[in-house]
């Protein structure tokens, strides 16, 4: 466990660097002790759900409690995404290890999209259902990621259910933009592979505003 809490130090430290002056970020390795610090409230979201997806959820948690230095509860809305404190936006994500999350207070900040991924490779079936042809050339599971954060920038703003071919990607360097196709509506994000795992963060600024 203290070798997962010192790779979740450097993917914390990674994803800080991903994010701009008014993005706070954090990274949390999943861990069963994080159930008994969980308001009872917030322990009512998932009272049923097998003990895998509690402590997903229990590290999640204490993550957002950090990032938002405050000890009250954070339900979830009819999507099971964190009802955030008025003036916050953010984003929470997780995968078999570790638990990544986002937040802003800034008024510039109108909505945030994070994801992380093991940097495995994945089947030629499951590349064919993420990747457009015109991005063959990308890393399927990297593209995953990528939309993964897209559409949660986009969700939180309002956006409409979406399919991985939905989103056109364009790669620069640890740079990408990402159109939702019909919507023509353009994210920017970035991203890097560290510790074996793929984060990706997206920040849509104020002027974008909200959409149906």
Same mark, same amino acid.
């Given at each position: 466990?203290?070798?997962?809490?010192?790779?979740?130090?450097? #993917?914390?430290?990674?994803? %800080?660097?991903? $994010?701009?002056?008014?993005?706070?970020?954090?990274?949390?390795?999943? !861990? @069963? =002790?994080?159930?008994?610090?969980?308001?009872?409230?917030?322990?009512?979201?998932?009272?049923?759900?097998?003990?895998?997806?509690?402590?997903?959820?229990?590290?999640?948690?204490?993550?957002?409690?950090?990032?938002?230095?405050?000890?009250?509860?954070?339900?979830?809305?009819?999507?099971?995404?964190?009802?955030?404190?008025?003036?916050?936006?953010?984003?929470?994500?997780?995968?078999?290890?570790?638990?990544?999350?986002? #937040?802003?207070?800034?008024? %510039?900040?109108? $909505?945030?999209?994070?994801?992380?991924?093991?940097?495995?490779?994945? !089947? @030629? =079936?499951?590349?064919?259902?993420?990747?457009?042809?015109?991005?063959?050339?990308?890393?399927?599971?990297?593209?995953?990621?990528?939309?993964?954060?897209?559409?949660?920038?986009?969700?939180?703003?309002?956006?409409?259910?979406?399919?991985?071919?939905?989103?056109?990607?364009?790669?620069?360097?640890?740079?990408?933009?990402?159109?939702?196709?019909?919507?023509?509506?353009?994210?920017?994000?970035?991203?890097?592979?560290?510790?074996?795992?793929?984060?990706?963060?997206?920040?849509?600024?104020?002027?974008?505003?909200?959409?149906?």
């Amino acid at each position: 466990m203290l070798a997962q809490r010192d790779q979740a130090i450097s #993917v914390g430290a990674s994803l %800080r660097a991903l $994010a701009p002056p008014g993005v706070r970020t954090a990274c949390r390795a999943i !861990s @069963a =002790d994080d159930w008994a610090q969980l308001d009872e409230a917030e322990r009512g979201l998932v009272a049923r759900a097998i003990p895998k997806r509690q402590h997903e959820f229990a590290s999640g948690r204490a993550v957002l409690h950090e990032l938002l230095a405050s000890p009250e509860p954070i339900l979830a809305d009819s999507r099971r995404a964190p009802v955030w404190p008025a003036g916050t936006c953010g984003s929470l994500a997780h995968d078999d290890q570790y638990v990544v999350a986002a #937040v802003s207070t800034d008024p %510039r900040v109108a $909505a945030l999209g994070i994801d992380v991924e093991p940097a495995t490779p994945l !089947s @030629a =079936d499951l590349a064919a259902d993420i990747l457009r042809p015109d991005e063959g050339h990308l890393d399927a599971h990297l593209a995953f990621a990528l939309k993964e954060a897209v559409y949660k920038a986009w969700s939180s703003l309002g956006g409409d259910m979406l399919e991985h071919h939905d989103v056109r990607l364009t790669i620069q360097g640890s740079l990408l933009v990402a159109t939702v196709e019909g919507a023509q509506r353009r994210f920017r994000g970035r991203f890097a592979v560290v510790c074996g795992h793929i984060v990706a963060l997206v920040v849509v600024p104020q002027e974008v505003g909200t959409w149906s």
